[in-house]
């Protein structure tokens, strides 16, 4: 009865011009018998599928710069008939001024770990329906460590995508000592290879890789350690050679020979150039994780949540990781992997490395002394 | 004097002149209004807030962004020092460029020049920013520097290599005003200063150059005002170490999110504009003797 009144309504409102087709079909379901139709009548919607009304033509996602198989994005355009939009951003503090400022459009984007419980806060990430994403069995993860920053006050609110670390890549045929740690790096940056070294233009990994120079926590905010980083970074400014993320080209080109860097570009740049190699401080430093979450405003929940599921298969997903690089906690995908990359010490590191590092939290990010510092270091 | 008589004599005989006037000066005022008087409003409020816990804007009453501006002194001296030399050395480039284009290049062959001129402007300014930055690097001059004998010399990531890119981006854009004022030049002027024994120097520093001044000036001014609010190039080819204020303002709102400090940064920007280019406009006013406006 009330979903005949309902109807009506939508019809009533559908003459009147106050929705669109798209919405009417949407809302009465309309749409998902008449792709059904059309799925059962070959040739009268011609290639598009008997999905193409239920989770639409599009599905958005936001994401990191060479951060999955566009292969894998292809296929799930073929077979669901929602085109997979991609987009990419440099650094997290962007993604959340722009998702902050609203409008995006977005329908699955990728924040890291320590951003998850501002995401929240701010009330801007919708907590995930996860009898949506079958794929998703937090039970086969081999780090719950990975798992655990999607899930803020008991709700689940992103599931892993992969992690990584942050540790630095060394060209050894410019560079012929041996490096171990972060004080390693700074040294060398100021002294013999000054004008060689980049870090990123990232405050969270920039200033905690120099708070390991002394050996504090990556993730200080104690107003004395936070001094001494800062005069460590003004004093390796003028030696460095850039501050850029962007740092593949110029390891490449060989204008830098030292660079802070990410667990998938250093296997990336190790692949092609094996005499770039890659360091995990002993002093510790980052140890992160990626994750799948759903924008409050996405236009497209259900093409999101296919997304996120048909990404999280673990045939999908290996060959996510091949593209990428980075390695994925779930074990059924490990599994997956040649064992040549089971056994990529980039990758998977050894544990005496792994366990002094720290997650970034929640609080680094957003700081404002250290945006402040950073700020200072830039335009000094 | 006179105009405005005449002006105030043409106003009078009808009134419904006036709703006519402001009929047509509606869109430009809405403009005006929407896209300049409003979006100010609102980066002055924001100055004077304090930045959200989480980053962005909260509302406040107080001058500590104002104060907190010397924090950017860097940026803002980067920017002042090199726009000005960006600028005049965009001027000795493409000055006499310009009095080749419009006074002694063959007129059959002058279109084809100036077309070459506009020609870097069919490829996106990014990726002619990118081949500089190949063109800077490593593999690039300084390897030919190398194999002539003059070895590590760096480029790319340093103060010149954003003066290069500088130039070599807006040197079109001073070319244009400048050619423009030059052909205007009524040749016989050059002649009877011949006649009556001046010399070549003489001759274009008495009149070639002060007639063809008001295109110095508007193309200085053009390259100048963007010059101050460029970003892309220190960006690239700076390498995050050659700071303009352009790049304060985006390392503000997107990375560190204090809108706030942005915004007093953006207003001090404003104010620096308008008080360099008001002296700019003042002096070459006096050293002009008349008015000079934008083309």
Redesign the interface.
Known sequence: MDQQKEFIKQLRRYEKGSVSRRHFLGVTGLGTAMAVLAGAMPGVYGARKAFAGSIGDKVALTTWPNYHSQANLDKFGATTGAKVEMTVFG?N??M??KL?AGGTGWDVFVPTNYTIE?YV??DLIIPLDLSQIPNYQPQNYTDQRFTQPGTVNGKVYAVHKDWGTTGYSVNTKHISEPMTSWKDFWDLARGKYT?RAMVH?Y?LTTIGNALKYYGHSFNSLDEKELAEAEKLLLDA?PH?????SDYQ??MR???AWLTVAWTGDANQLHRDMPEIIYVIGKEGGEIWSDFYAIPKESPNKPGAYALINYLLDPAVNKDEVLAHGYPVADKRVFDLLPKEIQTNSIMYPAAELLSPLEFGAAATL?N?AR??I???F??? | MTMAVATEAAMKPEKKRWGWTALLLAPSGFWFFMLLLLPLAVVIVYSVGV?A????YQAAFTFDNYLNLP??W??FRNTLVLAPSGTLICLIIGYPLAYYLAVKSNPRSRLLLLILVIVPFWTSFLIRTYAW??IL???GIPALLEWLGIPDV?L??TPLAVLIGIVYGYLPLIVFPIYVSLEKLDKRLLEASADLGGSPFGTFRQITFPLSAPGVITGCMLVFILLMGEYLIPQMLG???V?FIG??LV????????WPFGCACAMALVVVMVVTVSLYLRATRQLQGRDVSLM
């Open positions: 650094s503090e962007e959340f001024a902050k501002n806060k701010e004008g233009d405050q400014k460095l050679f850039a501050i850029n080209p110029s080109s060989g204008d957003t404002p945006a402040e950073m700020a200072r830039k335009s000094a | 930045r816990p989480t980053g962005g924090a950017r860097a940026a930055m190949f690097g490593s593999r760096r790319i990531n390498g995050g170490k700071f790049n304060a390392d503000l709102f997107l990375q560190s999110l204090n």
